[in-house]
């Protein structure tokens, strides 16, 4: 009949399948974990600055491989190059790939990660010009990367309204922000973007506002509006601190509770404090035994994909910072 219909049979498979999506739980090559940078908004005095120009000029114009004068920290990557375009975004450590992945804007899904986005959209710097300089004393240096007057967004127009804005990273904090000069006049046709994408696929996706938010879950990539984005606003993304000490007892996660024979799972872990160093070592038990055996080899994933198991399992986290390790809450996934 129409309009109804029926489970006639219900496989292990497309139990674990409708489970996952349920409840949310990221499987590996299927889901962007969360990005781990903190997100602020504040408001500044926007300085322009005088540096070295950029040869990236026009529509979808780019530069490769500037120096950026310290070892910056980015998403898992250490880097001291960039690469620059009219688009409105850096990308770190690498050259941009030309062509619809560098005016295409798709924070959360980008081709040219790992990248920072200041507006993101299909611009064109007729008229325009950007400038990049690395100020400061060793331990305390800065790269700001500047647009002046790009005009923004109506696939690559030169007609529209411009926006100046500038990319800040900040040697030894390892922090991103980014200043907002205002635009000339009120948008035509934008559809732009701004956060981050890291090279692992994991994104921070900012939504201008009163106030502004950022979502690692949800990524805007139709920002049509610059009348959040004033002469002064600022955005700072920084990294999480250092872990120091014993790691918090979490709680070991698995995406199923009954296990399916060859059906692979995934595990994880809960209760982490949001910092970074940690290493996570997967083990497994039989169930109520207390004998535990490593899954694989310890790492910075949080995560660990089971392939297979055929009888009530045990699972828990082997958490490490620097010297100092505790293990999580277990975890039991029947079959």
């Not at 955005?235 to 999480?240: D, E, G, K, W």
């Not at 535990?292 to 699972?315: C, E, I």
Request: aromatic fraction near 8%; include cysteine; charge should be neutral.
């Amino acid at each position: 009949m129409k309009g109804k219909f029926t489970f006639r049979k219900k496989s292990c498979l497309s139990v674990w399948v409708l489970l996952i999506a349920f409840l949310g739980v990221s499987l590996p090559g299927m889901a962007q974990p969360a990005n781990l940078y903190s997100f602020t908004e504040s408001s500044r005095t926007y300085t322009p600055i005088t540096g070295t120009s950029s040869s990236a000029a026009g529509d979808d114009g780019t530069e490769n491989t500037l120096p950026i004068g310290f070892s910056f920290n980015y998403g898992g990557g250490t880097h001291t190059t960039f690469s620059v375009t009219t688009n409105g975004f850096i990308k770190l450590g690498g050259t941009i790939t030309t062509g619809v992945p560098n005016y295409s804007n798709a924070i959360g899904a980008a081709p040219n990660a790992p990248l920072i986005a200041a507006f993101w959209d299909d611009n064109n710097l007729s008229g325009g010009n950007i400038q990049y300089l690395t100020s400061g004393t060793p331990g305390s240096q800065t790269l700001t990367v500047q647009w002046t007057n790009v005009h923004i967004g109506n696939g690559g127009s030169s007609s529209t309204p411009t926006m100046s804005f500038q990319i800040i990273l900040h040697e030894t904090s390892n922090n991103i922000v980014v200043v907002y000069g205002g635009a000339s006049a009120t948008l035509v046709s934008a559809t732009g973007a701004i956060g981050l994408t890291t090279a692992s696929g994991t994104y921070l996706s900012v939504t201008p506002g009163a106030p502004a938010t950022a979502s690692s879950t949800s990524a805007n990539n139709g920002i049509s509006s610059a009348s959040n984005l004033v002469s002064g606003t600022t955005y700072t993304f920084a990294p999480p601190p250092p872990c120091s000490g014993a790691p918090a007892i979490g709680q070991t996660t698995a995406s199923v509770v009954n296990a399916c024979i060859n059906t692979p799972f995934t595990l994880g872990v809960t209760g982490i404090a949001n910092e970074t160093g940690y290493n996570y070592q997967f083990e497994s038990s039989p169930a109520g035994a207390n004998t535990w055996t490593a899954l694989g080899t310890a790492s910075a994933a949080s995560t660990y994909s089971v392939a297979n198991q055929t009888s009530p399992t045990d699972y828990r986290v082997i958490v490490t910072c620097t010297n100092i390790s505790q293990s999580t809450t277990a975890a039991l996934v029947s079959v």
